[in-house]
């Protein structure tokens, strides 16, 4: 948007820059767990329904951004960062099965 980008011009951007890392991210855990996997599972399933709330969603937000702008989604992950960040604080990321000193 400092380059004089419209606003779902911009937010479009960043989901298409996000594509590569997800796409890398699934190959990268499907390669490595690849032994685990079943045809009786219900994880495809899930992941086609997952896939399509995603796409959803991302519509919204795209026409959300349009219309509004930036400003709430910045203001919420400022709020879920720092609330995220007091958890961590709090001892919040201890493996299970160990104590928290």
């Avoid at 960043?14 to 594509?19: D, H, P, Q, Y």
């Avoid at 997952?50 to 349009?66: E, Q």
């Amino acid at each position: 948007m400092l380059l004089g980008a419209e606003k779902r011009a911009a937010a479009e951007f960043s989901f298409f820059l996000a594509i590569p890392t997800m796409v890398g991210a699934f190959a990268y855990d499907f390669y490595k767990n690849r032994g685990e996997m079943t045809s009786t599972s219900g994880d495809r399933a899930i992941g086609f329904v997952c896939l399509h709330h995603a796409i959803i969603v991302v519509k919204t937000f795209l026409s959300y951004v349009t219309r509004h702008g930036f400003t709430l989604f910045a203001w919420w992950r400022v709020i879920v960062g720092t609330l995220g960040l007091i958890a961590l604080a709090m001892g919040g990321n201890s493996p299970p099965g160990e104590e928290r000193g």
